[in-house]
């Protein structure tokens, strides 16, 4: 008799935890274990031993304290990105606005995980800038814009970045870097993507999302984009980053 996932046994075992990872993919958020009970018509004890499975694998990632489920990060380069056709040109007046403001260039990054992608940007008038051109790509976890996007992405797929673009640095130190991130709502850099480049960038969350969908950076030379400057103009960036989400999902909710 031959064992595995092609005995009957091993199918089982196989259609279970597919029906697990289903329903837990299926959820617009994190689902509890009752719920999985519930929709699999699992035992609680099965449900649970296969949820740990998927977790330690990747395909399921634990939410919370309670705890909660929801899609892990090897999933992440399959995961549906709501908004992501809508999104960029949304926020081009947003852009427009702060490079206005700062006579610098302004560009929306979107994720491709584990990269985020140039998909718009606003170039500044003075002839010395930050280059960006749309379409370029970078890890998500360098930069002022991989520092907003990895402080508000959940840790797991943080790690898994790490690990796929090759970035061995300490982990807790960069843990405790990201908390400041997240504390302030927006990361600064300089010098470290281009010399004598500096960058601020603020995240694009929506109120049911697990991470950013984008990130909106201001970048430009540091004798001009300086330190003061950035943290200056911060709270702003925030601001009309706020704003932009909070049209896009009153909008939305007319729509539906």
Same mark, same amino acid.
């Given at each position: 008799?031959?064992?595995?996932?092609?005995s009957?046994?091993?199918?089982?075992?196989?259609?279970?935890?597919?029906?697990?990872?289903?329903?837990?993919?299926?959820?617009?958020?994190?689902?509890?274990?009752?719920?999985?009970?519930?929709?699999?018509?699992?035992?609680?004890?099965?449900?649970h031993?296969?949820?740990?499975?998927?977790?330690?694998?990747?395909?399921?990632?634990?939410?919370?304290?309670?705890?909660?489920?929801?899609?892990?990060?090897?999933?992440?380069?399959?995961?549906?990105?709501?908004?992501?056709?809508?999104?960029?040109?949304?926020?081009?007046?947003?852009?427009?606005?702060?490079?206005?403001?700062? +006579?610098?260039?302004?560009?929306?990054?979107?994720?491709?995980w584990?990269?985020?992608?140039?998909?718009?940007?606003?170039?500044?008038?003075?002839?010395?800038?930050?280059?960006?051109?749309?379409?370029?790509?970078?890890? +998500?976890?360098?930069?002022?814009?991989?520092?907003?996007?990895?402080?508000f992405?959940?840790?797991?797929?943080?790690?898994?970045?790490?690990?796929?673009?090759?970035?061995?640095?300490?982990?807790?130190?960069?843990?405790?870097?990201? +908390?400041?991130?997240?504390?302030?709502?927006?990361?600064?850099?300089?010098?470290?993507?281009?010399?004598?480049?500096?960058?601020?960038?603020?995240?694009?969350?929506?109120?049911?999302?697990?991470?950013?969908?984008?990130?909106?950076?201001?970048?430009?030379?540091?004798?001009?984009?300086?330190?003061?400057?950035?943290?200056?103009?911060?709270p702003?960036?925030?601001?009309?980053?706020?704003?932009?989400?909070?049209?896009?999902?009153?909008?939305?909710?007319?729509?539906?």
């Amino acid at each position: 008799m031959r064992h595995g996932i092609e005995s009957g046994a091993g199918r089982g075992v196989l259609d279970r935890g597919l029906s697990v990872l289903e329903f837990v993919l299926a959820a617009p958020r994190p689902v509890a274990l009752a719920d999985v009970v519930r929709a699999t018509g699992l035992n609680r004890a099965t449900a649970h031993r296969l949820l740990g499975q998927l977790v330690e694998l990747g395909f399921v990632d634990v939410v919370g304290e309670r705890p909660a489920y929801a899609a892990g990060p090897r999933l992440a380069p399959m995961l549906r990105m709501p908004r992501s056709e809508m999104l960029v040109p949304a926020l081009r007046p947003l852009l427009s606005a702060a490079a206005l403001a700062t +006579s610098e260039t302004a560009a929306v990054f979107v994720v491709d995980w584990p990269n985020l992608v140039c998909a718009d940007l606003v170039l500044t008038t003075l002839p010395v800038r930050a280059h960006h051109d749309i379409g370029d790509s970078g890890p +998500s976890t360098l930069g002022a814009p991989g520092r907003a996007f990895s402080a508000f992405a959940p840790r797991s797929f943080v790690a898994a970045a790490l690990d796929i673009v090759g970035d061995h640095r300490d982990a807790d130190e960069f843990d405790r870097l990201l +908390s400041d991130v997240a504390r302030a709502g927006y990361a600064t850099s300089m010098g470290e993507l281009y010399p004598e480049m500096n960058g601020l960038a603020v995240p694009v969350k929506f109120r049911d999302d697990r991470m950013p969908r984008a990130v909106v950076g201001v970048s430009g030379p540091a004798e001009r984009w300086t330190e003061a400057r950035m943290t200056e103009f911060a709270p702003r960036l925030v601001g009309l980053v706020d704003d932009a989400v909070s049209r896009i999902e009153s909008a939305n909710e007319g729509a539906g």
